[in-house]
C-alpha cells in the first residue's frame, strides 16, 4: 500500500439465524440504526441471503455491523465472531443486553493493569460480546 493510498474502512458481518429480531437487540442495547436491508444472491458463494446493515449514525459511513443471515443454511452452530463495543456506562449497558433479551456472562470485571472494566455477554442467538468501559487514567 503506498504511502498515499486510503486506509479502508471496515466493517463487520454477523452470522444469524434471524436478521430482523438480531437488528432489533442491537438497535436496542448498542442504539445502532439501521442503514439498508439487503436481499439476493452472493456473488462469493452463490447462497441466497438477507441482510440489515447497521450503524451508530444511521448512514453508510464508518464502521458498520451487518445482521447476515443465509436464507438456505442451517442457523449457525459455533461461535462466528466475538463482537467488541466500547462504551462509557458499562453497569448501564448491562441493563440493556438484560432488557433486550440477552445474558452476561460471567461478572463484571475491573482489570487496572489494562485500564478496563470488561464484561462479556450474549446475545439472544448466543454470540459473544466483549463489552469494555475505559478507565480514567490514574
Known amino acids: 500500500m503506498s504511502d498515499n493510498a486510503a486506509i479502508p474502512t471496515m466493517f463487520t458481518k454477523l452470522i444469524v439465524a434471524d436478521e ?8 436496542g442495547v448498542y442504539g445502532l440504526k439501521d442503514v ?5 444472491d452472493s456473488a462469493g458463494t ?6 440489515v446493515i447497521m450503524s451508530a449514525s444511521g448512514e453508510m459511513t464508518g464502521q458498520t455491523l451487518v445482521m ?4 438456505d443454511r442451517k442457523p449457525p452452530r459455533d461461535q462466528q465472531s466475538i463482537l467488541g ?8 449497558l448491562n441493563g ?8 452476561l456472562i460471567g461478572p463484571l470485571r475491573d482489570q487496572r493493569e489494562h485500564g478496563v472494566r470488561v464484561q462479556f ?3 439472544p442467538e448466543g454470540a459473544l460480546a466483549e463489552n469494555v468501559e475505559l ?3 490514574a
Not at 68 to 71: D, I
Request: aromatic residues 14%; hydrophobic residues 35%; glycine residues 8%.
Open 20 to 27: 430482523e429480531a438480531m437488528a432489533r437487540y442491537y438497535s
Open 36 to 40: 439498508v436491508r439487503v436481499d439476493g
Open 46 to 51: 452463490g447462497e441466497k441471503f438477507r441482510e
Open 68 to 71: 447476515f443471515n443465509f436464507t
Open 85 to 92: 463495543f466500547i462504551t462509557d456506562d458499562i453497569e448501564a
Open 96 to 103: 440493556r443486553i438484560v432488557a433486550n433479551g440477552g445474558k
Open 121 to 123: 455477554s450474549e446475545d
Open 135 to 137: 478507565l480514567p487514567h
